[in-house]
Each structure stands twice: as C-alpha cells, then as structure tokens.
C-alpha cells in the first residue's frame, strides 16, 4: 500500500521530495492506515522510480545552494496509481489488533497483570483519539467539496471510541470478578 500513498501524495504535490513526502505521511498519521518506516518508505520511492511509475529530478536550491531531488508522477505513475486504487479501494479485512491473542488466554493470566495490559490499551487508544481530535480541530470541509481524509479520521475515531468503551466495560469486569 506504500505505493499507493506515494503516488497519492505526489498528485497531490508534483515537485515535491522525499522528506516532504514522508513529512506529510507523519502529519497525517498515515500509519493508523499503514504500517510503514522511514526505510520502507525510500525503498517503495526508489522501487516507483526504477519501474519509471515517478520521476526524480536534481534542482539545486537557490537560497543555500543545496541539490535536492524532487519527483513527479509519470503518466504510467497514473495508471498505476489507478490501478491501486481499484486493488485497495475494493479490499476490506478485518481488523486484526494483537491485544485479541493475547485475551484469548486471559483466563490463564494473572489477573493485575491483565489488568495492566487493559489499562495499557485504554491509555494508547485515548492518545490516539486525542491525536485525532488534534488533527480533525484543523480541519474545515468547504461547501461541495469532500475531505475525504478528513472523514477517514472522524471515522477512525469512531472505531477507536467503541473500542475504548469496549476495554473499560471489559477492565470493570475483570475487577468485579470473582477467582
């Protein structure tokens, strides 16, 4: 999906280059959607330009003489990107959190140490709602037109909201429980 979200960005932002790129990924808290690294990332770069889906450019930049390399979406960029947009638009997975192995053997767990572990999902899915209340107060939708990110997040949060819910009904369980 990395490909996607690079050829993405540079339709939206023709000329712009690596770090700029990545920036946006990291503002936007793109890895909700992907899991990505630094090094993933210039390595899904690279792989677009050698398949010749972008193109890079040198400009040397006139305010401190730096060389930066800046890239463009060719049209075979375009038409992958349509592509990939066909291929992730059409694909729907469940949600698969790592906390859900771990609760299947709850029942054999030490009961303040599961605590913890449920106190620890509640503080990271609040930090996460609370980055995406940072990032939706930014936002203002024009009239007759979508931000369709935009609506990605209040629908994240949404997720995010039940599953808080969900962990603080279950943590307020597990200390009504009986051993």
Not at 33 to 50: A, H, M, R
Not at 106 to 115: Q, T
Not at 148 to 168: A, D, T
Request: charged share 25%; proline share 3%; no cysteine.
């Amino acid at each position: 999906m990395i490909p996607l979200l690079i050829l993405g960005l540079l339709i939206q932002n023709p000329g712009a280059h690596g770090y700029e790129l990545l920036s946006l990924m990291e503002k936007r808290h793109y890895k909700y959607i992907v899991n990505y690294t630094k090094g993933s990332f210039y390595y899904n770069l690279q792989q677009l330009e050698e398949k010749g889906f972008i193109e890079g450019t040198h400009e040397v930049r006139p305010n401190n003489g730096r060389d930066i390399h800046t890239f463009k979406v060719t049209s075979s960029g375009k038409e992958e990107f349509e592509k990939l947009m066909a291929k992730y638009g059409t694909k729907s997975e469940y949600v698969n959190l790592p906390v859900y192995g771990a609760l299947l053997f709850a029942d054999v767990f030490d009961k303040n140490n599961l605590l913890e572990l449920i106190q620890s999902q509640i503080d990271q899915t609040e930090a996460r709602i609370a980055l995406l209340d940072e990032y939706l107060a930014t936002i203002e939708e024009l009239p007759g037109k979508i931000d369709y990110f935009g609506r990605m997040n209040e629908n994240s949060r949404s997720h995010h909201l039940v599953n808080l819910k969900w962990f603080k009904e279950l943590k307020a369980d597990i200390e009504s429980a009986t051993d």
